[in-house]
Nanobody, 124 residues
């Protein structure tokens, strides 16, 4: 059983930056880590994912490519989502997730464990 706890969310203005953290227990170095988000009235969507080893492949949604960066610190059992140039449409509940995929998959069904989510609100 893996437990995930997100932190770092909040209210920011358009153009600002924010970094989300996801602390996992126990270790995460055997799992692919991903971030998803869900805006009010919309389905949950993929944001970013990174394979289990440091410096391995990553995957991003087109809507965040070039603005968001996923990274992980396996020694700290933590994965991060650096979000720059935030837009109003980035407003959502952000979820951290992990699963055994060997690739940074967009498929939510490939993730076995999910955090409770953390709110990010971007004012225009």
């Amino acid at each position: 059983q893996v437990q995930l706890v997100e932190s770092g969310g909040g209210l920011v203005q358009a153009g600002d930056s924010l970094t989300l953290s996801c602390a996992a227990s126990p270790r995460i170095n055997v799992y692919t880590m991903g971030w998803f988000r869900q805006a009010p009235g919309k389905e949950r969507e993929f944001v970013a994912a990174a394979v289990r080893w440091i410096g391995g492949s990553t995957e991003y949604a087109d809507s965040v490519k070039g603005r968001f960066t996923i990274s992980r610190d396996n020694a700290k059992n933590t994965v991060y989502l650096q979000m720059n140039s935030l837009k109003f449409e980035d407003t959502a509940l952000y979820y951290c997730a992990t699963g055994p995929s060997e690739r940074p998959t967009r498929n939510p069904n490939s993730y076995w464990y999910w955090g409770q989510g953390i709110q990010v609100t971007v004012s225009s």
